[in-house]
Nanobody, 124 residues
């Protein structure tokens, strides 16, 4: 069983940056893929980025490519999402999720564990 806790959300102006973190408890991320998703009001939850913990390969949604970077910290057992050049359309609740496989997936149903989410608001 993996418990996930997100942190780092907040309010930022357009063009600014935020860094989200996802901490795991209960076990390490070894052998897992970890993803970030987001959900804006009235919209479906959408994929943002993912990383295979043991392998290190990553994948991004086109909407965030070249602006967001997902990374892992072995010592802290955390996955971070560095978000630069933020836009108002990035406003959403951001969720960390994990699946017990190194294969990267982009649909929420493929992830077994979820955090509670952290709010990111980008003002224009």
């Amino acid at each position: 069983q993996v418990q996930l806790t997100e942190s780092g959300g907040g309010l930022v102006q357009a063009g600014g940056s935020l860094r989200l973190s996802c901490a795991a408890s209960g076990r390490t991320f070894s052998g897992y893929a970890v993803g970030w998703f987001r959900q804006a009001p009235g919209k479906e939850r959408e994929f943002v980025a993912s990383v295979a913990w043991s392998v290190g390969n990553t994948f991004y949604a086109d909407s965030v490519k070249d602006r967001f970077t997902i990374s892992r910290d072995n010592a802290k057992n955390t996955v971070s999402l560095q978000m630069n050049s933020l836009k108002p359309e990035d406003t959403a609740v951001y969720y960390c999720a994990a699946r017990g496989s190194v294969l990267l997936r982009t649909t929420p149903k493929d992830y077994n564990y979820w955090g509670q989410g952290t709010q990111v608001t980008v003002s224009s």
